[in-house]
């Protein structure tokens, strides 16, 4: 008699479980994509430099993300339309062209240190030819955005998040000092060190980037037009509650998934590079290479596959962000879910930024400075595009009942003054 009841708690929280991994999408896809291979090198590099002493910028950047994901999200899903579509119709033309001309540069210029490093990965694991790795990497995502249908392809990236794991594999297969780890993480440090304050920024600047806002508020206009019983909320109010719950939970998992990824990395690099005396990692494949000697072949074999596992991931996102912001900010038709012959200009950005992603790899152009540079664009971008998303976020005229207040939009301003302080940072480390 007693085994009915537990039958029927199983099955309400296998329910349970099942409706939060369906809520799971745009949020977890992004925050997936923020641990990018450059975003692995920059976490190596923090904690093959620092160790476990500045393992606690996650705990400030984790709130910061989140809030402006979620806000992002709110106005894709309460329009109808992106984050450029929303900056061209309420603002001066003139700010989203600035905009969105440094936000494919940026991205451009990520596609190809993405490529390069998934290439190293490969190289490194099996052997082979560099140019053909990355050229065949290149075809291959772009092939995918290109041709599978906007239910199936989101579905691919969806399962393409479960690469990340590799990272914890990675930091349960070295020993970690977990005490002093805790220690480090619970308890900021901070120098005097100017070297230490560009990592922070570079933190910062890795785990908040302007093309994670146009991909997830891009991803929920896509939902809207491939869920038929959905509506933008500021024609279909009564879908608001529902759509914000979902909203909070795909982001606030997706953005703890990406921090706790970064988290990994940083733990596995501190206790095996910062503590054998290896401080210098520029890339995620020297810090692949360097792990091997160092924590054995299993946990370097599982970080390197990681790092191609989330450029498969990050090179779409790339691409696609590119391509919704000039699409939206031209007026042409966009859309993973249209076919191609019906959106020409919009797949042929992604296909451009993908091919332009691959010519930079093998350019003249330093790969490591490239991604600096994208990093000092990024977070002078990222200041405008966050103050643009809180004016809109916060018009009722706009957003209607759903414009943010309160917690929400205090959050979302501390979070653009974070990022503006971080950019005057690295502009000064630039120019110095």
Request: glycine share 10%.
């Amino acid at each position: 008699m007693t085994v009915i009841p537990q039958r029927s708690d199983s099955f309400a929280t296998r329910l349970k479980r099942s409706r939060v991994f369906r809520a799971l999408g745009p949020g977890l896809i992004t925050g997936a994509a923020d641990d990018d291979p450059s975003g692995i090198a920059t976490y190596s590099q923090a904690g093959a430099q620092f160790g476990f002493a500045i393992t606690w910028t996650l705990l400030f950047t984790y709130p910061l993300m989140a809030v402006i994901q979620e806000i992002s999200a709110r106005i894709g899903r309460t329009t109808g339309k992106g984050i450029a579509a929303n900056i061209g119709r309420h603002y001066p033309n003139a700010i989203l062209q600035g905009i969105v001309f440094l936000l494919v540069i940026a991205n451009t210029i990520n596609i190809g240190a993405d490529l390069g490093a998934m290439a190293d990965a490969l190289r490194l694991l099996i052997g082979g030819p560099t140019f053909l790795y990355v050229c065949l990497f290149g075809i291959f995502c772009a092939g995918l955005e290109v041709f599978i249908p906007y239910s199936r392809y989101v579905s691919y990236l969806k399962w393409l998040t479960f690469a990340l794991f590799a990272y914890f594999g990675t930091a349960i297969a070295v020993q970690v000092p977990w005490g002093e780890a805790a220690r480090g993480f619970f308890i900021p440090t901070l120098s005097s060190d100017a070297g230490f304050w560009t990592v922070v920024v570079a933190i910062f600047g890795t785990t908040i980037s302007p093309y994670l806002f146009f991909w997830q508020a891009s991803q929920e206009v896509e939902e809207i037009k491939n869920v038929k019983a959905r509506k933008p909320l500021a024609k279909s109010p009564e879908q608001g509650t529902d759509a914000i719950e979902r909203i909070k939970v795909d982001t606030y998992i997706g953005m703890a998934f990406s921090n706790l990824v970064a988290l990994a990395i940083m733990f596995t690099t501190a206790a095996t590079l910062h503590a054998g005396g290896t401080t210098d990692i520029q890339t995620s494949s020297q810090a692949a290479e360097a792990l091997k000697p160092i924590a054995g072949p299993f946990a370097f074999a599982i970080f390197t596959m990681g790092v191609v596992g989330t450029g498969l991931l990050a090179i779409p996102v790339l691409a696609g962000s590119a391509a919704y912001a000039i699409g939206e900010a031209f007026k042409w038709p966009t859309g993973l879910d249209r076919k191609p012959k019906k959106a020409r200009a919009f797949y042929g950005t992604i296909v451009i930024a993908t091919l332009s992603g691959i010519a930079i790899t093998f350019s003249p152009l330093d790969p490591i400075k490239a991604l600096f540079w994208s990093a000092v664009i990024n977070g002078i971008v990222a200041v405008p595009v966050m103050a643009m998303m809180m004016f809109i976020s916060s018009n009722k005229n706009i957003m209607g009942k759903f414009a943010v207040k309160g917690v929400l939009r205090s959050v979302g301003w501390v979070a653009t003054g974070v990022m503006a302080a971080a950019a005057i940072v690295m502009i000064i480390t630039a120019v110095l």
